[in-house]
C-alpha cells in the first residue's frame, strides 16, 4: 500500500450533545484547556506524516476555519509587545500541513461527508478522524499506528477499543472473525445496535484508515429510518467482500461529543500541563470542588 498522506476530518454535525453553547459555537471548538478539540486531531494527523487534510463544515462552523487561518491583527499586536514566540504558538501547522475544506449543504451522515471528499483523496488510500474523539498518545499517534496497521494487511483498517457493553452501543461495533494480537479481521459492522444482539464489544472509536474502495460501497448503501447515510454501513458492506481489520490502538480515548468525556479530557490535560499539574492535582485532593 502506497504510503498514506491524505487525511478527512468530518466536522458537520449538528452537536446537540451539547446543547445549548453549540447553537452558535461548533462543538469542534469546544477547548481542552487552551485549544480546541480539532486542533489535537489535526496534530494527530501531522506526528502521523499526513500532509494534506480537508475538514468536511457545514452552515455556522466557518469558525473551524478561521481558527487554523492567519490573524494578523493578532499577529502584529504580539509582534509589537515583544511575543513573537506566542505567533508561533497560533500558527503551529504553517508549512508543516495542507488544509481545505469542503462544504456539507445537508446533514445526510458521515458517509456522504467522506464522499465529497472523493476527489480530494485522488484514488489513495486515505485516514478519516472524527474530532468527537480524540486520542492521548504523543509518542505513538492512533493514526500512525492504523497507517503501519494499513501496510501490514494491505486492507482498511478501523480503529477500535474494547468498551463496556452500557457505551459499545452507542457507537459502531465489530462482527469479528479471526484474532491475532491487536488485530481483528472482520466480517461486519453494526451502528448503535441494540444491546441484546451485541456480536461483540469490539467499538469503532472514530479513526479510520480506508482504501479508496469505500466509494464503490458508498455509492450502494441505503438511508438509514432517519435518513442518514452511514460510514460504518459502506464499511459493514465491503467487509462482506473483502478483508477489513479492527486494530485496537494504544491510546487513551477521550469522547468529546459527551459533557462527561469533554471534563475528564479537560482534567486529565491539566494534569499533564506542566504549569498547571501541580495545581490542579493540589486542587483535587483538597475536595473544595
Known amino acids: 500500500m502506497k504510503s498514506i498522506s491524505k487525511a478527512i476530518i468530518p466536522a458537520a454535525g449538528y452537536g446537540t450533545r451539547h446543547l445549548p453553547i453549540t447553537k452558535a459555537l461548533p462543538k469542534e471548538l469546544l477547548p481542552i484547556l487552551d485549544r480546541p478539540s480539532v486542533d489535537y486531531v489535526v496534530e494527530e494527523c501531522v506526528l502521523s506524516g499526513i500532509t494534506d487534510i480537508c475538514i468536511v463544515l457545514s452552515r455556522g462552523k466557518c469558525g473551524v476555519a478561521d481558527y487554523f487561518d ?13 511575543r513573537r514566540d506566542m505567533i508561533d504558538k497560533i500558527n503551529p501547522y504553517l508549512g508543516k500541513v495542507n488544509i481545505t475544506y469542503i462544504r456539507q449543504p445537508e446533514m445526510k451522515g458521515t458517509a456522504c461527508a467522506v464522499a465529497l471528499c472523493k476527489e480530494f483523496t485522488a ?18 499517534p492512533a493514526t500512525a499506528q492504523l497507517i503501519k496497521a494499513a501496510a501490514t494487511t494491505g486492507s482498511s483498517i478501523v480503529g477500535v477499543k474494547d468498551l463496556p457493553e452500557e457505551e459499545a452501543v452507542k457507537y459502531g461495533v465489530m462482527i469479528p472473525a479471526e484474532t491475532k494480537g491487536r488485530y481483528v479481521r472482520i466480517t461486519g459492522f453494526l451502528e448503535k445496535p441494540d444491546i441484546k444482539n451485541l456480536p461483540s464489544t469490539i467499538t469503532s472509536v472514530g479513526r479510520f484508515v480506508l482504501t479508496p474502495d469505500i466509494f464503490y460501497y458508498i455509492d450502494r448503501i441505503k438511508p438509514a429510518a432517519n435518513g442518514e447515510m ?10 462482506k467482500d473483502m478483508n477489513v481489520y479492527a486494530y485496537d490502538f494504544e491510546g ?8 462527561e468525556g469533554f471534563i475528564k479530557a479537560n482534567i486529565d490535560f ?12 493540589e486542587y483535587l485532593r483538597s475536595g473544595k470542588g
Open 70 to 82: 492567519r490573524n494578523p491583527e493578532v499577529e502584529n499586536v504580539l509582534a509589537k509587545s515583544g
Open 123 to 140: 484514488g489513495e488510500a486515505f485516514a478519516v478522524l472524527f474530532p468527537d474523539d480524540v486520542v492521548y498518545n504523543p509518542d505513538n
Open 230 to 239: 452511514y460510514l460504518s454501513d459502506a464499511i459493514d458492506m465491503m467487509a
Open 252 to 259: 487513551t480515548r477521550y469522547d468529546m461529543g459527551s459533557k
Open 270 to 281: 491539566a494534569l499533564r500541563d506542566k504549569e498547571l499539574g501541580a495545581k490542579i492535582s
